[in-house]
């Protein structure tokens, strides 16, 4: 998606701004001649910023203001090493709740509902995200934050919740425990707000139906605001974003280049009035497309296609690129076969070959080894690769309330 006018006005004044002061960013432009953003030639040859930069940058490094207009900091740890600072301004503040209550309009949620969340509190930003976007709305906030499902359940009942905020995989756990203690009739949840982790069509039907609710896909991360970006409207055609306080563009991630619109390729971000700790393209790893042309429910702000994983989540077994989500996908189409799985690859000396084990579950009634020999012979199909399957029964790998890891590669790299 080309940039526009407005957008490169607002970059400029950013770099501009930035360069004045001693920050990290501010003195990488004003080191490479980079003083100001006229033209979408100019914005091309701004380097782009990474999450290796903010932990070099660790602890405050990026920080674009004086201490005093800094009100909050958050925090994202990722995988490796050093965690990652982003400070806040007041304004920092105020536009992230300012764009999440947007995010909430447009899942159909007003004052009157009732909004029970189960995100984490503290360093991380999601429950804060959640929270802020709800009070500025005006609904009612039930801070839940993660765990403890006993009370989780009793606060929905008690209470009403009308709108459930979860990882897809709480909100699977949740579901899966309503079902078992057959409560479903003390139950008024309407709409479940989904963190933006990709996550199976088979998994969305199952929480969906369990629940009685219709689900929103929120987007978001950390270092541009958090949660609150962008969600998908009754359309399900994809995510809004709201593009006047974001540039959006979509990278070949291996080349770096930009791709058309449509076409698959990692998000990078540009934040347009972020005060703090403004971040120039910045390569989220997140796998999407921008989708083409204008929504059917008449929104105008552009769309997101629903995140498909992670470019570092990609993986490559018998010279094919394979993302978790294909695998989902494959699952998805085997009758009896859950949404969790467990993907193991290895290199087996004696053959000199990697070696990919998945591990589905199936419930009881189905022939677990009828159904191994049907996800292989998709794999092959689909994918051009052979794996072992392994069926294991229901409920045997494991849940979780934050982000499950299910691939695992044994390879020496
Ligand atoms: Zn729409």
Redesign the pocket.
């Known amino acids: 998606m080309q940039i526009n006018e407005k957008q490169l006005q607002l970059v400029d004044a950013q770099i501009k701004r930035l360069v004045k002061t001693e920050s990290y960013y501010g003195k990488m432009y004003a080191e490479m001649g980079i003083t100001g953003c006229e033209s979408e030639e100019d914005f091309r040859k701004i380097p782009f910023s990474s999450k290796g930069d903010l932990r070099n940058a660790y602890p405050l490094g990026i920080q674009a203001v004086p201490d005093e207009e800094v009100v909050r900091i958050h925090s994202s740890s990722g995988t490796t090493g050093k965690p990652v600072i982003i400070p806040y301004t007041r304004k920092d503040v105020e536009d992230w709740a300012k764009m999440f209550a947007r995010c909430y309009e447009m899942a159909g949620i007003t004052e009157k509902d009732r909004i029970q969340i189960t995100p984490g509190y503290g360093l991380w930003t999601a429950g804060i995200g959640f929270q802020a976007g709800c009070e500025l709305l005006g609904a009612m906030a039930i801070p839940m934050g993660p765990g403890n499902t006993e009370k989780q359940l009793q606060m929905m009942q008690d209470l009403g919740a009308t709108v459930i905020c979860a990882t897809s995989s709480y909100a699977l756990l949740l579901a899966e425990e309503i079902n078992k203690r057959g409560i479903r009739k003390n139950i008024k949840l309407k709409k479940g707000v989904i963190g933006s982790e990709r996550w199976s069509d088979k998994k969305r039907e199952y929480i969906s139906r369990e629940l009685g609710i219709e689900l929103y896909d929120i987007y978001g991360l950390t270092e541009i605001y958090g949660p609150g970006i962008g969600i998908n409207?009754d359309?399900q055609?994809g995510m809004?974003y709201w593009d006047d306080y974001l540039y959006i563009e979509i990278i070949d991630p291996a080349t770096g280049e930009n791709v058309p619109d449509g076409e698959m390729g990692e998000i990078v971000i540009t934040t347009l009035v972020k005060e703090g700790a403004p971040l120039l393209r910045f390569r989220t790893h997140d796998m999407s497309r921008i989708i083409p042309g204008e929504?059917?429910?008449g929104?105008k702000y552009p769309?997101l296609d629903i995140i498909q994983g992670r470019s570092d989540d990609m993986f490559k077994v018998h010279g094919v690129n394979i993302f978790p989500s294909q695998v989902e996908e494959i699952l998805g189409r085997v009758d009896g076969v859950s949404s969790e799985y467990r993907v193991d690859i290895a290199h087996d000396d004696a053959i000199n070959r990697d070696i990919i084990m998945v591990t589905a579950e199936a419930d009881g009634r189905v022939d677990f080894a009828a159904t191994a020999a049907n996800i292989k012979s998709l794999f092959k199909s689909v994918l051009s690769v052979t794996p072992k399957v392994n069926i294991v029964p229901l409920q045997t790998l494991p849940r979780s309330e934050k982000k499950t890891q299910r691939v695992f590669d044994h390879r020496e790299h």
């Open positions: 409207c359309k055609h809004h929504c059917p429910c929104c769309r």
